[in-house]
């Protein structure tokens, strides 16, 4: 499944919804479902705060395959990129205090996905490609 939308908070809720609804599938947990629908949350509210700073004109993508028992899901803008994505992973930081933001959003992705890999170039935008094995699929190997 492919999508892109303009990069607006209210789009995030959207991009939540349908790629819950693709998933859905597949026999998942609802934690399993909760935690996928959370990763989403955070990487769009990333690329649409952080990569365009709000900028109605920046697309955001996504990309959802599924491959026997593995979800991978590519969340990616072409905004301004990750200045030290080191720094940007460390909990709790932020760039954007004024706007109450946690800093915790690359460390719940991190807590609910099996991998994550970020690619990010300075001026180019960021790409987070993250991959989960589902219970189901889980259980099937054992």
């Given at each position: 499944?492919?999508?892109?939308?303009?990069?607006?908070?209210?789009?995030?809720s959207?991009?939540?919804?349908?790629?819950?609804?693709?998933?859905?599938?597949?026999?998942?947990?609802?934690?399993?479902?909760?935690?996928i629908?959370?990763?989403v949350?955070?990487?769009?509210?990333?690329?649409?705060i952080?990569?365009?700073?709000?900028?109605p004109?920046g697309?955001?993508?996504?990309?959802v395959s599924?491959?026997?028992?593995?979800?991978?899901?590519?969340?990616?803008?072409?905004?301004?990129?990750?200045?030290?994505?080191?720094?940007?992973?460390q909990?709790?930081?932020?760039?954007?205090?004024?706007?109450?933001?946690?800093?915790m959003?690359?460390?719940?992705?991190?807590?609910?996905?099996?991998?994550?890999?970020?690619?990010?170039?300075?001026?180019?935008?960021?790409?987070?490609?993250?991959?989960?094995?589902?219970?189901?699929a889980?259980?099937?190997?054992?």
């Amino acid at each position: 499944m492919r999508l892109q939308f303009a990069a607006l908070s209210q789009n995030e809720s959207f991009a939540r919804v349908a790629v819950a609804s693709f998933i859905s599938q597949l026999d998942v947990t609802m934690e399993e479902m909760e935690e996928i629908k959370t990763v989403v949350s955070e990487g769009v509210t990333n690329a649409i705060i952080h990569g365009y700073e709000e900028n109605p004109e920046g697309i955001v993508y996504i990309e959802v395959s599924i491959q026997d028992d593995l979800i991978e899901l590519v969340i990616e803008d072409n905004g301004k990129g990750i200045d030290d994505l080191d720094q940007a992973m460390q909990p709790l930081y932020t760039t954007k205090p004024e706007l109450e933001r946690s800093g915790m959003g690359f460390t719940i992705m991190e807590n609910f996905v099996d991998s994550i890999e970020v690619a990010t170039s300075v001026g180019k935008g960021t790409r987070i490609r993250m991959t989960k094995r589902l219970s189901f699929a889980k259980a099937m190997q054992n």
